[in-house]
């Protein structure tokens, strides 16, 4: 990322990862933490049967930010209760899977895609230790890319 002055905030954004159960509910509750309600947020999933993460969890309570509410979900069962991917400003897309699936839903509506390279901690690590650190890295790298886009937020 340069260091290009911080973007407007978009009035709406979507976060999306393959299960919706780590990495786009870390972004979504993240960003809701640090700008608040200037931004509608929402994550899901290419698929939404996992619960959230319990290292997602963990490594987002150090930080402030409460992911165990949260309930995960997929691009069908938002379309199923008639969420418009449309009415987002910009999806970004934290997983190539993720990304594909955002291309082909909006192929007939004009909408801002991005896709951010963001580390899958599942499965790394051996040990409680190792697995939070791979888990601390995915947080922040997630934390970085939203102050680079969008400025410090509210709490700096």
Known sequence: MDAAAP????????????????????????????????????????????????????????IGVELSRHRTRSFDQMAEWGDDLSSFDLIVALSPASQRRALDLTRHVHLEIDYWPVLDPTGLGEGRAAKLNSYRQTRDQIFERLTNRWGPGREA
């Open 7 to 62: 973007q407007p905030l978009p009035q709406s954004v979507l976060f999306c990862c393959d299960h919706n159960s780590v990495r786009s509910p870390m972004a979504e509750g993240i960003m809701k933490k640090l700008y608040g309600t200037e931004t509608y947020v929402q994550s899901a999933g290419v698929k939404g049967e996992l619960e959230v993460d319990g290292f997602a969890i963990a490594v987002c309570q150090e």
